[in-house]
């Protein structure tokens, strides 16, 4: 086997090749992972690109391992059922209502958890397997179902819908709160101002109010914004309230808004999907978050309807 590359083959590769080499289809493979036909073609396709060999011949009835592929499988077989005996690693739930669903670690703590019953258990059972991730994964290849994520337009080789959008305002510990007490929005400059993962929805919020932010070395940068939340309510210095994310965090009194003037953030909300027809299950996911996000049900009907 002639390797362009000593990366390891993803383990979600290898289960489409064995479901695939069990069933003898790749739709059939698709239906038991319960990811789509594309996604289990496009596995295989990966397998043997790394391998630079066939593991499968194409037939009208479906596929067949070749000499080679029967070695290899033989081999994940062995190995699959080492990993089952010895190892305590998470199974993942599979079924026609599982869905799989990621996103960043911020919009997963901070927007999805708290609604995460309601769109399990709203009308009908689902059962959302959560990745929680802070690249931009290729939906389609790893068998996500949809992603929830935070950006500024729709991404090429996805579906996308905008669930909402967001207007920012200044929060900080109710203590510094006291101390920056009320006024015009130059004040909070004289306090240590909290960024995530870029300083845009400051430079919107300060342009709002007809001036110009940069960020200064006394100022604070955190990639993920629950670190943000948490740099503000220990006294780290001012953030800013991004709404819906900051309810509970508000309600708590663990941060209070420093200021009411507000600026829409440049990023906003998108739910994506793979192309193609979404499975029964991933729809109706889809339609469970649209109305958590308020957004109208024609636009997410559009969405699920879309070819990509």
Same mark, same amino acid.
């Given at each position: 086997?002639?390797?362009?590359?000593?990366?390891?083959?993803? @383990?979600?590769?290898?289960?489409?090749?064995?479901?695939? /080499?069990?069933?003898?289809?790749?739709?059939?493979?698709?239906?038991?992972?319960? =990811?789509?036909?594309?996604? *289990?073609?496009?596995?295989?396709?990966?397998?043997?690109?790394?391998?630079?060999?066939?593991?499968?011949?194409?037939?009208?009835? %479906?596929?067949?391992?070749? =000499?080679?592929?029967?070695?290899?499988?033989?081999?994940?077989?062995? /190995?699959?059922? @080492? =990993?089952?005996?010895?190892?305590?690693?998470? *199974?993942?739930?599979?079924?026609?209502?599982?869905?799989?669903?990621?996103?960043?670690?911020?919009?997963?703590?901070?927007?999805?958890?708290?609604?995460?019953?309601?769109?399990?258990?709203?009308?009908?059972?689902?059962?959302?397997?959560?990745?929680?991730?802070?690249?931009?994964?290729?939906?389609? #290849?790893?068998?996500?179902? @949809?992603?929830?994520?935070?950006?500024?337009?729709?991404?090429?080789?996805? *579906?996308?819908?905008?669930?909402?959008?967001?207007?920012?305002?200044?929060?900080?510990?109710?203590?510094?709160?006291?101390?920056?007490?009320? %006024? #015009?929005?130059?004040?909070?400059?004289?306090?240590?101002?909290?960024?995530?993962?870029?300083?845009?929805?400051?430079?919107?919020?300060?342009?709002?109010?007809?001036?110009?932010?940069?960020?200064?070395?006394?100022?604070?940068?955190?990639?993920?914004?629950?670190?943000? @939340?948490?740099?503000?309510?220990?006294?780290?210095? =001012?953030?800013?309230?991004?709404?819906?994310?900051? %309810?509970?965090? &508000?309600?708590?009194?663990?941060?209070?808004?420093?200021?009411?003037?507000?600026?829409?953030?440049?990023?906003?909300?998108? &739910?994506?999907?793979?192309?193609?027809?979404?499975?029964?299950?991933?729809?109706?996911?889809?339609?469970?978050?649209? *109305?958590?996000?308020?957004?109208?049900?024609?636009?997410?009907?559009?969405?699920?309807?879309?070819?990509?």
């Amino acid at each position: 086997m002639d390797h362009s590359s000593d990366t390891m083959v993803p @383990l979600e590769t290898l289960r489409a090749f064995d479901a695939a /080499a069990r069933t003898g289809s790749f739709s059939a493979a698709a239906e038991k992972l319960n =990811i789509t036909h594309g996604a *289990v073609s496009r596995q295989i396709a990966k397998l043997e690109d790394w391998l630079g060999l066939k593991v499968f011949d194409r037939g009208a009835r %479906g596929v067949s391992l070749t =000499i080679e592929g029967n070695r290899l499988h033989l081999r994940t077989a062995e /190995a699959f059922a @080492l =990993i089952s005996t010895h190892s305590d690693r998470w *199974v993942e739930p599979r079924g026609t209502a599982v869905v799989r669903l990621t996103s960043i670690p911020s919009v997963s703590g901070l927007w999805l958890m708290p609604r995460m019953a309601a769109l399990e258990n709203n009308p009908s059972k689902l059962r959302i397997v959560l990745d929680v991730d802070i690249r931009q994964a290729d939906l389609a #290849d790893e068998g996500i179902d @949809l992603s929830i994520r935070c950006g500024r337009g729709g991404i090429p080789g996805r *579906v996308s819908v905008q669930l909402f959008e967001e207007h920012v305002f200044p929060v900080a510990s109710p203590e510094l709160a006291r101390e920056i007490g009320r %006024g #015009d929005p130059a004040r909070l400059l004289k306090f240590p101002l909290i960024n995530d993962s870029d300083a845009s929805a400051w430079r919107a919020w300060f342009a709002a109010q007809g001036m110009d932010y940069r960020p200064r070395p006394q100022d604070r940068r955190f990639e993920d914004y629950n670190l943000v @939340l948490d740099a503000a309510a220990y006294g780290l210095g =001012i953030a800013l309230a991004r709404p819906p994310l900051t %309810g509970h965090q &508000l309600k708590s009194g663990r941060i209070t808004a420093v200021d009411e003037r507000t600026a829409l953030n440049p990023v906003s909300y998108w &739910l994506d999907r793979p192309t193609g027809r979404p499975r029964t299950a991933a729809a109706e996911l889809a339609r469970r978050i649209a *109305v958590q996000a308020g957004l109208g049900m024609e636009k997410m009907e559009a969405f699920i309807e879309a070819d990509g």
